[in-house]
């Protein structure tokens, strides 16, 4: 049987189409929008200097991505600083995880810790499985398998499939989390449903290890959870453009997967 998926790596930023800055417009007339990324890196610019904090966070994805401007991860960081310093969700997501890659400024997990809190708290989902991450690791914080469990089944809660993947294995190795192979199931299924191959296979290796009435158990709690998860199609996911997604060695703590070998 294979292995439990591991832990994937914490989130790359993921900019969502955001709104054009706005040139005058006729009255009654819809605002004009500059097509040219490099007029629309000019106007942030000058909104951002006058300390707008959505041109801040707009500004910052441009030099993040290079569209408009050459891509420049210290500009990216200045001015995703400057929103999340105002309050921007976003942007102290994404200055999070600019201090943990070293874009822009050295590694500093410290800071990104910080900055996923933030967003975290304002129920931001991705910033709340980078801080599940965190914990796991023990990356800018102390090491927390019960805080990352909590983060991961906020993250999983709002359909980010890593995170129900890394509380299927919290679940099943009893980190952080009372160990139950039914929740473990449960999670690996939701997980497999949306793709998750690896995620599948472990849910239906479960699956085959559970008694008749805890299977019962584990259809019943799956479909709980799954009829509380928002559409896939509107779920955030790590897919950024900026780098493939990896994985890091799962933890070492506590015990492995008991069906695993």
Excluded at 209 to 233: F, H, N, Y
Aim: glycine share 6%; hydrophobic share 45%.
């Amino acid at each position: 049987p294979v292995t439990s998926p591991e832990p994937a790596v914490a989130a790359e930023p993921t900019p969502a189409a955001a709104p054009a800055p706005t040139e005058a417009a006729a009255p009654g007339q819809p605002p004009a929008v500059p097509d040219d990324p490099a007029a629309r890196a000019q106007i942030y610019l000058t909104q951002a200097k006058a300390g707008d904090p959505d041109s801040e966070l707009q500004l910052a994805i441009l030099y993040a991505k290079g569209e408009g401007v050459n891509q420049d991860y210290a500009e990216a960081a200045k001015w995703f600083r400057a929103a999340a310093a105002q309050g921007v969700t976003r942007a102290q997501y994404d200055i999070g995880v600019l201090s943990e890659r070293g874009r822009g400024s050295p590694v500093n997990y410290e800071d990104a810790f910080m900055w996923y809190g933030k967003a975290a708290e304002a129920n931001f989902a991705l910033a709340q499985y980078n801080l599940a991450v965190a914990y796991t690791r023990g990356q800018g914080t102390r090491q927390d398998f019960v805080a990352a469990a909590k983060w991961y089944e906020r993250a999983a809660k709002q359909g980010v499939v890593p995170a129900m993947v890394n509380l299927a294995i919290l679940f099943e190795r009893g980190e952080g989390v009372p160990a139950s192979a039914i929740d473990a199931y449960a999670w690996y299924r939701a997980a497999g449903e949306r793709g998750n191959h690896p995620a599948a296979q472990r849910a239906a290796e479960l699956f085959d290890v559970l008694s008749i009435a805890d299977r019962a158990r584990a259809e019943t709690q799956t479909a709980t959870i799954q009829a509380a998860l928002p559409p896939a199609e509107v779920a955030p996911t790590l897919k950024s453009g900026l780098e493939p997604d990896s994985v890091v060695p799962a933890s070492t703590a506590g015990k492995p997967p008991a069906a695993a070998h």
